[in-house]
């Protein structure tokens, strides 16, 4: 009998631990990393677009500074907003005082599903900026090669580093830099690429600073994550 007890318990240990490994493989871990700027490979997988290329004259950087005393390198984002158009520009714009930084597309996708937040270690200047989502497109017509862009606003504070955390549900849709006017739904798991911007308009938290001139934001990752 005791022999039998022995083979039992042994049986119900083995289950356990089997059921325990699916289920952590059902469930992703609570953070994913997406983006790290530790290194100029890391900054290879960006590039930088600004209204210089419609006949503004804005301009950005993307470089990587030392941390120091050991500390991991991190990306700057850095630049200046003008809202001046270059004279016998041929290009008409609504609006100048734009820089941006966008990822190169992801050799497939990136799966979020199972994540509710992207979260962004960012040390500021006290400006708003703009995280944007690209997905695989099938909000707009078929057949058409540029993506769902799905955007927020991320404060990112003057002088401490921060850690900011935006809900996925608080990503709007957007054409062109316009919110669209209609009820969407974000497919978290066909995601193409993201980007990182700045305009001189500001954004929608009180306080931040808005208008022309300098910007910069350090940035050390860009994380997927759930919240508890």
């Not at 190169?104 to 199972?114: A, Q, T, Y």
């Not at 509710?116 to 497109?137: P, V």
């Not at 739904?185 to 300098?214: H, T």
């Amino acid at each position: 009998m005791s022999r039998f007890r022995s083979l039992f318990q042994a049986t119900v240990n083995v289950t356990k631990k089997a059921l325990t490994w699916e289920l952590e493989e059902m469930v992703p871990p609570v953070e994913k990393c997406i983006f790290k700027f530790n290194s100029k490979e890391d900054l290879k997988t960006w590039h930088l677009y600004s209204d210089s290329e419609y006949g503004g004259l804005s301009s950005a950087s993307l470089e990587i500074k030392d941390g120091g005393n050991g500390s991991d390198c991190t990306g700057v984002f850095s630049g200046n907003l003008s809202a001046d158009m270059s004279q016998g520009s041929k290009l008409n714009i609504n609006r100048s005082g734009f820089c941006g930084m966008r990822s190169k597309k992801f050799d497939g996708f990136v799966d979020l599903d199972g994540y509710d937040s992207i979260a962004l270690r960012l040390k500021g200047d006290g400006r708003c900026y703009i995280s944007t989502i690209y997905t695989e497109n099938w909000v707009n017509s078929p057949g058409q090669s540029e993506d769902n862009s799905w955007q927020a606003f991320v404060f990112a504070p003057k002088g401490n580093w921060y850690t900011s955390k935006v809900p996925l549900s608080r990503y709007l849709p957007t054409w062109r830099g316009n919110v669209i006017d209609a009820e969407m739904e974000m497919n978290p798991g066909r995601v193409v690429g993201m980007s990182l911007s700045v305009n001189s308009q500001g954004g929608s938290f009180i306080g931040a600073k808005s208008g022309a001139g300098d910007f910069r934001v350090e940035i050390d990752w860009i994380k997927a994550v759930r919240m508890p």
